[in-house]
């Protein structure tokens, strides 16, 4: 199994509940497709970049999992389906993109570097 990453727009007219519902209905292919979700991370509203269908805002929404190339394709035709998504993205990670997003949840990048001892002696 070849382990992805997917980023969905959803359009920012949706309610809180609604926007749950959409993400745990992709989210239901995904597991019922054989797919193992790793991680999930509501990035929520965000200003686009450009206008899409004359919005200028979205809801992000990424989901990290392992899942079976066939599997893909069947999402992204319901991704395409369903009009409350405006855009989404599925990229195949290869083993750097894995460590590097592994590296970013345990917090590594977050951490603030330890000051060395002549700048503490100062």
Known sequence: MQQ???????????SEDVTKEVI?????????????????DNWGLKKLAYPIEKKTTGYYHLT???????????????????????RFLTTALDKHAIAYNEKKRSGAFNKKPEPKA?????
């Open 64 to 86: 990290e999992f392992k899942a079976p190339g066939e599997l893909i394709s069947k999402l992204e035709i319901e991704y395409k389906r369903d009009e409350r998504i405006m």
């Open 4 to 14: 992805y990453e997917t980023v969905i727009i959803l359009t920012p007219l949706l």
């Open 24 to 40: 745990a209905k992709f989210k239901n292919i995904l597991t019922e497709g054989g797919a193992e979700i790793i991680h999930e």
């Open 118 to 122: 002549a700048e503490v002696a100062q």
